[in-house]
């Protein structure tokens, strides 16, 4: 059961088009995988290897605008940008590895969280090449119908899924949590922190990058602002993972459905739309307080809590 | 140079001072946190907003001038930041998680409070506190009648530098002279130690953040009448706070100020050089450059002269 679950659903899913969903729900649909997506690539880093990054909407922004620009100067198709992404990503985050990976802990955090605005204040001024705040419009949508938009992230949360899985299941994967556990233990013991760090970020920025390719051609619309966002990216990854689960494969799945959900919610809730931040912000903190290890991550205590509950 | 562009720079340097004064005391209440709790305060900007709209409420209904503000927004502030960490942060410092940053995604989760429950009240709208001083200013002609150049220090800007000045020679005296300051610092410097001392450390820890969050909300009163404000202001403060941080030694007073200033005047010469846009960029690159040159903060280069090592 346990080896066949990722594939059952992702049959599961797979198959979820086929209902005739209207299209609110499959667009609901393609916000959560593409959050998952971004949650899992967030969790290899900071769930992991115990790198806690402010600042994926730099990779996201950047995978964006990788699609972005390419449209808007040559003309090809968004969609190329999937592979050149992959390259211009990875260049990017062994640049901010260079700079950040010398910091440790919370250094880290700000450090990365630093790098997310100096890039959205460099789109926002080279006008040339990213124009600016008027941002990049794709003027010619591959699809109207959103069933193959949903397939295409679908097929990528799938691939991403595997790779997690894959990596931390390898010897890189203990590596990663020897790193997280007690990075000073972990150099005495001859692994080269930094290289595996490097190695880490790298990848989950060129995940969180594919999603940033993906958005562009789905909204068709990026301008610094969105992409580059602190809170509504860089913040919401983070409690994706919080919420879903630290350092679990299902952890960031299950907390993209629920905070996508959730922001529809109080969003359509009259004069309550407003105070989403609140809640999110109150949903952070009590979660940080009472589940630190997210729903999927303390699933046994939660079960004890219910269990308790129905003995009294 | 030409004369102009002499006075151009002059002026520019010294309105970076102005403004890196200011800086400075957003920077001490920061590095007072990181010092004595080792956390980062990610919420310190959004603290400073809560100054800020505290000043604006009592200008707005009252008519109380923004500098005299400091005397109900300090203590309200520091009551703030003292219910914030006894009943937040406290517990989360004690609960076992994966991750060991849990308290600086804490203070982001404050934050967001903070801003998004400010917008709620106040809307988004940009709000000033039209103070008839505001566009007031010196002149060096009007003393040095013969001077080749023409400098102007606006009144607002020098009256709030002159009250950060003061506050941070409050805030000298009462670490280095009191008994609670002294503890504070014990506290900083060995926790463990401290303790043994029958210093009470958790009290410390208490009475430090709500120490720096009234600090940055007083510097929120002396920003508020030359600046604007709306609730997503607090961010670029809180990143502004970290940059001064690193840049002058986590944890040490004096390297906030000098950092403070450094910040101020680089920000400035950006934003005359290259553009107001680019300020923001020019603060990174401070940043940046620290990290990777003086990773121990700009302190680190005296102390280091001064053991001749």
Redesign the interface.
């Known amino acids: 059961m346990k080896k066949t679950l990722p594939l059952f659903i992702a049959g599961i899913l797979a198959l979820l088009p086929l209902i005739g969903l209207s299209s609110y729900w499959m667009h609901i649909l393609i916000l959560v995988l593409m959050w998952s997506v971004i949650g899992m690539a967030w969790n290899l880093l900071?769930?992991y290897c115990?790198q806690?990054s402010?600042g994926h909407a730099a990779f996201f922004g950047v995978g964006a605008y990788t699609a972005g620009i390419l449209y808007n100067k040559t003309g090809v198709s968004a969609w190329w940008g999937m592979p050149l992404s992959v390259i211009v990503v990875a260049l990017f985050a062994l640049l901010i590895g260079y700079?950040c990976l010398?910091?440790k802990?919370?250094?880290f955090?700000?450090?990365t969280?630093?790098m997310g605005?100096?890039l959205r204040?460099?789109a926002?001024?080279l006008t040339t090449i990213t124009e600016g705040d008027l941002g990049i419009m794709i003027r010619e949508r591959t699809w109207i119908d959103k069933t193959w938009y949903f397939y295409i992230i679908l097929l990528i949360a799938i691939v991403s899924f595997f790779i997690v899985k894959k990596v931390i299941e390898s010897k890189l994967g203990y590596y990663f949590v020897a790193i997280?556990e007690d990075q000073d233990a972990a150099e005495s013991l001859g692994i080269n922190t930094t290289f595996y760090k490097t190695i880490a970020l790298t990848l989950s920025a060129v995940l969180t990058g594919l999603a940033g390719v993906f958005y562009t051609n789905y909204m068709g619309y990026i301008d610094p602002k969105i992409v580059f966002a602190?809170?509504d990216i860089s913040?919401v990854t983070?409690m994706v993972v919080?919420v879903g689960g630290?350092?679990t494969y299902w952890g960031p799945l299950v907390g993209a459905i629920i905070m996508v959900f959730l922001a529809e919610i109080i969003r359509s809730i009259p004069k309550l739309g407003?105070?989403?931040?609140?809640f999110?912000?109150?949903l952070?903190?009590v979660i940080?307080?009472y589940l630190?290890?997210g729903i999927t991550?303390d699933l046994p205590k939660l079960k004890r809590l219910f269990g308790k509950g129905k003995a009294a | 140079m030409t004369a102009p562009q002499v006075e151009v720079l002059l002026q520019t340097i010294l309105s970076g001072l102005l403004l890196g004064g200011l800086y400075a005391l957003i920077g001490i209440g920061m590095t007072l946190i990181m010092g004595v709790m080792k956390?980062?305060n990610?919420a310190h900007g959004e603290l400073m907003m809560v100054g800020m709209y505290i000043a604006y409420v009592l200008f707005s209904v009252f008519h109380i001038d923004p500098y005299l503000s400091i005397f109900i927004a300090a203590p309200a502030l520091f009551l703030l930041g003292i219910l914030l960490q006894k009943y937040?942060i406290n517990?989360?410092l004690k609960?076992?998680?994966?991750?060991?940053?849990?308290q600086?995604?804490?203070t982001?989760?404050?934050?967001?409070?903070l801003?998004?429950?400010a917008?709620?009240i106040f809307s988004s709208d940009y709000k000033t506190t039209p103070v008839d001083y505001a566009t007031k200013a010196w002149y060096l002609s009007d003393i040095w009648k013969a001077s080749p150049i023409e400098l102007s220090l606006s009144l607002p800007w020098s009256v709030s530098f002159s009250f950060a000045l003061m506050i941070t020679g409050a805030l000298w005296f009462f670490l280095t002279k009191t008994d609670m300051g002294k503890s504070i610092r014990a506290t900083a410097q060995d926790k463990d130690a401290a303790l043994l001392m029958g210093v009470n450390v958790e009290r410390m820890r208490v009475v430090t953040f709500g120490l720096g969050s009234a600090l940055v909300g007083s510097a929120g009163c002396l920003f508020i009448p030359i600046y604007y404000l709306y609730p997503d202001l607090g961010?670029q403060f809180t990143?502004t706070a970290?940059?001064i941080t690193?840049l002058g030694g986590l944890g040490s007073t004096v390297g906030a100020i000098v950092g403070g200033l450094i910040l101020g005047v680089f920000e400035s010469l950006t934003s005359t050089y290259a553009?107001m846009?680019?300020a923001?960029?020019g603060r990174?690159v401070i940043?940046?450059a620290a990290?990777?040159f003086v990773?121990q903060g700009i302190m680190s280069l005296f102390t280091r002269k001064r053991f001749g090592k």
């Open positions: 900071g769930g115990g806690v402010f700079i010398r910091l802990g919370p250094f955090a700000l450090g969280l630093a605005v100096i204040v460099t926002e001024n997280r602190l809170h913040i983070i919080m630290v350092a407003a105070a989403h931040h609140t999110f912000g109150v952070l903190i940080i307080i630190p290890n991550g | 956390i980062i990610l937040l517990p989360v609960v076992d998680a994966i991750i060991p940053e849990n600086v995604i804490l982001v989760g404050i934050g967001m409070v801003s998004n429950i917008t709620i961010g990143l970290f940059v690193i553009g846009g680019w923001p960029v990174f940043f940046l990290l990777i990773p």
